[in-house]
């Protein structure tokens, strides 16, 4: 046996995850009510599979399957949940069209055939067919073969492939997956078992290293750029901090339809690495009502976190960590980015006597002391986001505010690291696995580790069955990951295979 082959607890047998079928994925998008889960309905019948509670920030898409021509292919709806509220449609279509073309190989845009062209149908088709991924215009409602002629009106928006559908009466289906299935590649059957011994490097693509490669091949350098999300509950300083990051004076980006995704997102550059501040217009955004401010700051932190490597999370100094805080906290934990909790307003707290950039200009010697206790209450409120740098700031003033880009950085690297299998086998050697304290009766043998992914970094055990990891004890190896290699600011996330 391996030197480090331990034993792990034994909670529940799971089942393997819908996402190791190996079958290829294309996208649906679109404006809302043009039709997209009926389409979605006609094609998956009853083998719709809404991915509910996975970790990540998958819940507002809808995933199935669909069988042609012997060939199964999956299929994700990207409409999700939209918000009741119509100024938020371009930002959900920039949504779709990210989600799209991240995950899937090939998209179909649907749009309403008894409607006139809106802009957002036009900006979707503006980034989609930028892309160069297969992508197909489904016209809907075309409900009567006669008004079928009308779907090449459509051609104006400049896809190749037209097909007049209608979701609701099932016409023009068999040729629109045909299309769609002739542009979906093969895929290989995974195989873990052939995989053989602990020497073997593993490298799954994430969403990151995916946009990278897509990027470099389109000939762009984006190496060093780093997307950035504000995030946080209404009035805690959000467009105080980006206007204090973004230098002041800006033009507001108006979020109305029509404006592009890149005049909403605003680009900073600092020590030769470039910022992006993502969706400004929706982080400067605000409700009417205390209540729909509240809601529309979770939408927007879900939303910006999607398009982000890293997250700033704001927290009001005058106000502690709050229940919404720590909802939204909780959030950027899941999604897998990189978190960075900032304290505002510090100013206040201290009535300017204790500067947090450590430039004490007054007498009163124990203001140190406060940020101490602060940073014990905000570690206690936010126990899960133990692995995020913790900054003190005042937006409005500007301190501290320079910071806030180092630590940007420090994460952005941290989260990209990636821990070699000779080094992975040195750590194994050190853990000490008695420790995590697991009842004999609850063990299972692990063979070997292996980083698979960056950002975040993803560690897959093999093992001897296909089980789910103790909480406590994933805990445990966590932190004994951290210990020998940091990823500050970034989540972990571990993965169990059975070798067998
Ligand atoms: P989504 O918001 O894009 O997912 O749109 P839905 O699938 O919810 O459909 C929006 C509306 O369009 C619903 O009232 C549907 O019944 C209607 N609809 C969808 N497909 C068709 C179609 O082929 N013909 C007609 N006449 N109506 C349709
Ligand atoms: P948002 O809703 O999170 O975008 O918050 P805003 O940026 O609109 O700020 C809400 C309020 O807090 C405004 O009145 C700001 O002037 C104030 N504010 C923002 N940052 C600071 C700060 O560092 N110190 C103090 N004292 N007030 C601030």
Redesign the pocket.
Known sequence: ENAFAAMLPLIEDVQRPSDSIAAPLFAICGRPNVGKSTIFNRLTGTRRSIVGDEPGITRDRIYGEVEFDGRLLRIVDTGGVVPDDEALIPSEIFRQARIALEEAEAIVQVVDGRAELTQPDIELARILLKSGKPIFLAVNKMDTEKISTDAENFRQLGFKQVFPVSGEHGLGMGDLLEAVSAALPMVEEEEVEDLGDIYVEEVEETDETKRERKLRSHGEHISKETRVAII?R???????LLNALTGTGRAIVSPIAGTTRDAVDEVVMRNDHSFRFVDTAG?RR?GKTTLMAEKLSVIMARKHLEAADVALL?IDATEGVTGLDANIGGYAHESGRSVIIVV??W??VTTGRMRPDGKDDYEDGKAPADIKAYTEQVRDALKYLDYAPLLFI????GINVEEVFKKVQLVARERRKRVTTGQMNRFLDTVEFEKAGVPYNKRLRIYYMTQAAVAPPTFVLFTDRDVKLHFSYERFLENQIRASFKFIGSPIWFKVRARN
Do not use: C, R
């Open positions: 946080g209404p009035n805690v300083g959000k467009s105080t982080i605000k704001i505002n307003k100013d206040e005042s937006a409005k003033d």
